[in-house]
């Protein structure tokens, strides 16, 4: 039977897999394009004479709004650019997901890209997301002759492979770089600016994007880079200015995306979507200057906001080259002032309309656009609006008049119709298989089908516990299809958590009236305990949308009092030392304390590096100061986790031939804490205090293996949310992720990655075997967690196909659907990987 049993857990957890890749090719697929280059009209008597015959193309990643034209600012050379007139600043809408490599789709193509770039760009080997065969500003440049030279960012050589004329990319993901990775572009500089043989120069800078992951928007090391990239804009722009070929140059500064007050990215927070946009030419000086610094008009919205696509049309019409043919992008209209002519002004409309028009009637071929159009309703939005609004155009255009006339009265109705088929453009629902969504979502539900019986088995024989895990199963599924739910998830599991928690006291104390020799005030005063310490976990990190900004224990209490932090840190260090020590018998004890050691000094080491403020005006201040820090933190880290991986591999073949020796399952996980403390950041350390102490709690509570199960299953999504994480990518937290490791490698990165942001589930699934009686079956443990696994995948796929068309589907409910495969797949994995380990 047991056999049997294992059987169906590995066909199970193999059709969990296969679900996920079934829906996802359903879910996430290409959105189809128009193949081919934009051209102009054969007649070209009307053309637009090109503004510019060159483009210095500067993207600084992350470059939020607010560092360039608050008070705030190390941008202080760009904002006298900005009074002169030579800059014309705007705040570029970016689109979820706020992450490269889509939001450089969206500023070459000008149109909107496809969430599954999301996937892409964390793959840094990848080439299947290639604008090759796409139109793009780029393509249009290099089909008149231009040569490109692109320095920085390498994902730009991934999405345009051969492109390039001369070129030198950076890997975009070894955070911990501040400096030589913006150096490697900087150098190039002064060679480039002194040739006249390209026609686009574009560089791509990374450091102020790390500097970010690493310490957030307010590290001390924000204002000097701010600072250096606005030294690079000066030299660019005196260049421009003194050296004849680059007389008719545009310099565009631009940001791909923003950053949360976390520092990360990926999400829809208004720092995310708010990126700094520069146009910079002396031509510009006639156009008029504008104050700066200024104060934001809206959160993080400074001068007029325009929409990242249009970014591609208004490249193209100052450089003279056509629109790219997928853009859904909107010439900017203060650029209109570039032509004297009201004739010239209507053509560079009309391209733009002309272009846009051929993409509605690809995309709704039902729809006709002409001037005959009824619009009696007077519609101002969707494919309607487009058709009133176009047929609007057309009247006025058969209008005899002198162009600026003509101009006068079908130029605003021209960029009406532009802004109404871009929000229509922009809201058209991808492309979705609905046949792979229902087959993946069917494939997934055998999988819960098939462990079910098991699952039903031991609930009946634990029918209480087995009820709330139904309820849990149930309430969770109902709920994934609210995205306020979905965005605020960590309430629900605080709620559960406290549930479970009287529910236990409760079972706990009614054994003790039972059993005499049990004493029921020490057991309902460790749970008043536990229930505190729950709260304790709640209040660590504030987390979602709502409360993210709301004061916690992490961000607020430990900056207001660094000393209690501090403490609180070495006792958590000395605490693990001393478990570890525990764990082993013999000569070894002396030993391991050298990891530990090693482990609380790499974090004095990584905070000094990175977050020197925590330091200010301590106790540890003097020590940390005087500390000669002579290894390099790459180094430091990989001594840690040699330790680490040399006191397992003695627990695994030395303690199991000692008859002294301690349960080698014991050494593991004391030397997995460790190393989960040195991949959490500094402020959630003493969080394995509280663990501690609840473990403690539990383990006197006499749970059943089930209880067990539902315990540490709870208290991974629990701690999850507590440890700072949320259904956003922008909680993805990088800062740990290069620990040891000193180039970009997606094998190590990725395990390092995963470890930092699921610390508190891992740690609990490692956990579980101390809590668990001695009698308990394995395989009943499987199918529970296989079965909750399932169903809550279930529950989302559910969602996502019922809501495909929502609002918030590429915002709220794909990010959720991206979370639950690392649920399903990785965090599952490791769940799975403890009880073969530890049992």
């Known amino acids: 039977m047991a ?59 992350a470059l939020r709004s607010d560092f360039v034209y608050s008070n705030d600012s190390g941008f202080i050379f760009t904002q006298s650019l900005i009074r002169s007139g030579a800059a014309l600043p705007f705040t570029a809408y970016a689109s979820s997901p706020t992450v490269t490599m889509p939001r450089l789709k969206a500023i070459t193509t000008g149109s909107v ?92 800078y990374l450091g102020l994007d790390h500097i970010g992951h690493k310490a957030g928007p307010k590290s001390p090391f924000m204002i000097p880079k701010q600072r250096e990239m606005d030294s690079v804009v000066a030299d660019i722009y005196t260049a421009m200015r003194q050296k004849d070929h680059l007389q008719s140059t545009l310099f565009v500064l631009c940001g791909d995306h ?52 249009d970014i591609a049309p208004t490249l193209a019409g100052l450089l003279g080259v056509p629109i790219p043919l997928n853009s859904l992008g909107v010439f900017i209209p203060d650029f209109l002032g570039m032509w004297t002519h009201g004739s010239h002004k209507l053509r560079m409309l009309s391209q733009n309309a002309e272009q846009l028009l051929n993409s509605l009637k690809t995309t709704f071929p039902g729809s006709t656009f002409d001037s005959t159009t009824s619009c009696a309703s007077e519609a101002t939005s969707g494919i309607e609006g487009a058709q009133c609004a176009w047929a609007r155009v ?33 809201r058209t ?75 236990l006291h409760i079972k706990s104390v009614s054994s003790a009236k039972m059993i005499p020799n049990k004493r029921f005030g020490s057991l309902a005063s460790w749970s008043v305990v536990l229930a505190i310490s729950q709260r304790l976990l709640r209040r660590w990190n504030q987390t979602g949308q709502k409360f993210a900004a709301e004061p916690d224990i992490a961000r607020t209490f430990f900056a207001r009092h660094p000393d209690i932090f501090w403490v609180l840190l070495i006792l958590t260090y000395l605490d693990a030392g001393r478990y570890l020590v525990r764990s082993i018998s013999g000569i070894m004890r002396l030993g391991v304390l050298v990891p530990v050691v090693l482990a609380f000094t790499f974090k004095l080491h990584f905070v000094a590096s990175e977050s020197p403020e925590l330091f200010e005006e301590t106790f540890i201040a003097p020590i940390v100061k005087k500390w000669p820090y002579s290894l390099s933190l790459v180094l430091h880290a990989r001594l840690v986790f040699y330790g680490l991986a040399v006191i397992v591999l003695l627990a695994l073949f030395v303690g199991k031939r ?33 663990f501690r102490v609840q473990v403690d709690i539990l383990s006197s509570m006499d749970l059943a293996g089930i209880e067990v199960t539902i315990t540490t299953l709870i208290f991974q999504y629990m701690t999850f949310f507590a440890f700072g994480g949320s259904n956003s990518i922008s909680s993805v937290d990088l800062a740990s992720g290069y620990n040891g490791v000193d180039s970009y490698n997606a094998l190590l990165v990725g395990i390092l990655t995963f470890a930092s942001n699921w610390t508190g589930p891992i740690w609990w699934a490692s956990q579980s075997h101390r809590l668990r009686p001695k009698n308990f079956a394995k395989e009943d443990v499987s199918s529970l967690l296989t079965f909750q696994v399932a169903m809550s995948l279930v529950s989302v796929m559910a969602a996502c196909t019922a809501l495909r068309t929502h609002l918030f589907i590429w915002t709220v409910f794909s990010p959720k659907y991206l979370y639950s495969m690392a649920w399903a797949t990785a965090m599952h994995a490791v769940n799975l990987l403890m009880e073969a380990v530890f049992t």
Not at 129 to 135: F, K, N, P, V, W
Not at 280 to 306: A, C, H, N, W
């Open 3 to 61: 056999g049997f049993h294992g059987w169906v857990m590995v066909i199970a957890n193999l059709l969990v897999i296969l679900g996920i890749l079934t829906f996802s090719s359903g879910f996430f697929p290409y959105k189809p394009l128009i193949p081919g280059l934009a051209t102009f009209d054969d007649t070209r008597e009307n053309a637009v004479p090109a503004a510019f015959d060159k483009v210095i193309f500067m993207v600084v990643d």
């Open 113 to 204: 890209p496809s969430f599954l770039d999301v996937i892409l760009n964390i793959a840094e080997s990848d080439t299947t997301s290639t604008l090759a065969y796409q139109d793009t500003w780029l393509a249009q440049i290099k089909a008149t002759g231009g040569r490109l030279a692109m320095y920085g960012d390498d994902t730009w050589l991934k999405l345009f492979p051969g492109m390039f004329d001369r070129a030198e990319g950076t890997t975009s993901f070894f955070v911990s770089d501040f400096t030589e990775v913006d150096h490697n572009v900087t150098r190039h500089v002064p060679k480039e600016l002194a040739q006249d043989d390209w026609s686009a120069l574009i560089m791509h």
């Open 258 to 309: 923003g950053m949360n007050e976390a520092g990360n990215h990926g999400g829809s927070s208004a720092g995310e979507t708010s990126p700094a946009l520069l146009f910079i030419s002396p031509k510009f000086e006639d156009l008029g200057g504008r104050e700066s610094p200024v104060e934001s008009l809206g959160d993080m919205q400074y001068y007029q906001t325009v929409n990242q696509a």
């Open 394 to 426: 057309q009247r006025l255009l058969s209008i005899r008049a002198e162009p600026e006339e003509l101009y006068s009265t079908a130029g605003p109705a021209m960029l009406q119709f532009l802004r109404i088929a871009q929000e229509a453009m922009s």
């Open 429 to 503: 629902a991808s492309n979705y298989d609905v046949s792979r969504l229902v087959l993946g979502l069917l494939i997934t539900g055998i999988a819960g089908l098939l462990v079910s019986p098991a699952t039903y088995k031991e609930c009946a024989r634990h029918r209480p516990s087995g009820l709330f895990l139904m309820l849990v199963v149930i309430i969770y599924g109902i709920m994934t299809f609210a995205s306020s739910y979905v965005e605020e998830e960590q309430q629900f599991w605080y709620w559960i958590c406290s549930g479970w928690i009287f529910f």
């Open 658 to 690: 000692s008859r002294v020796a301690r349960a080698p399952s014991e050494t593991i996980h004391q030397a997995l804490h460790i190393f989960l403390m040195t991949q959490s950041r500094a402020t959630n350390v003493p969080l394995f205090l509280i």
